[in-house]
């Protein structure tokens, strides 16, 4: 029977503790293969594409935007993307997801529920945080679309209904229903609110 190769693995900078114990769980675990560990925010695109990992492990702090995903989803499509955050609330993993994550979980989560986590988005499977995070709804199916994507970092960045209808090249009631339906999935009722989940 032949053996599957190791699902390799690159790490992006993280607290020390946090780091430490990334960097033991998947050398410990014959299967895994660490390809590159504590890479800056500033060169994680240049290492994602020097090592081409399967799975890449990132810190949801060292964001600048969830359109910073995006881009490292589209430049490296085959590398599936895990987003661990401190205390990520069912919206900010949606949201995550739909910027094309595979996978996101807090920071306290069980080793061998990490492990699980990358093993399963090395096959493509999305992996949601256990439900009733920080007292929130769990996150459901409700995923943002990819437009619907486009449309909220739009809205984050202030853009009015008139802008975004020209840059994406719709008219302004549809990227009112987008906006309607984001609101609703992301559980705001306004703006101000959509803009401080930024």
Do not use: W
């Not at 205390?87 to 069980?110: D, H, I, V």
């Amino acid at each position: 029977m032949p053996s599957r190769s190791a699902v390799r693995v690159a790490v992006a900078r993280f607290e020390d503790i946090v780091a430490h114990g990334l960097r033991a769980l998947i050398t410990d675990d014959e299967s895994l293969e660490l390809v590159a560990d504590g890479i800056d925010h500033d060169h994680l695109a240049g290492e994602l594409g020097r090592t081409r990992p399967d799975v890449a492990l990132l810190n949801f702090g060292s964001l600048n935007s969830a359109s910073e995903l995006r881009e490292l989803h589209r430049a490296y499509p085959d590398t599936r993307l895990v987003v661990l955050a401190n205390r990520p609330t069912p919206s900010e993993c949606r949201q995550m997801l739909a910027f094309g994550a595979t996978a996101c979980l807090a920071k306290s989560t069980e080793a061998r529920d990490v492990l699980h986590a990358i093993h399963l988005a090395s096959r493509g499977l999305h992996v949601l945080p256990p439900a009733g995070i920080d007292g929130g709804d769990a996150p459901g199916p409700d995923l943002l679309t990819p437009r619907e994507a486009e449309v909220l970092e739009l809205l984050q960045g202030g853009r009015s209904n008139a802008e975004i209808a020209q840059q994406l090249h719709v008219s302004i009631e549809t990227v009112r229903s987008h906006a309607r339906r984001i609101y609703r999935k992301l559980g705001v009722r306004t703006r101000r609110e959509l803009r401080a989940r930024r």
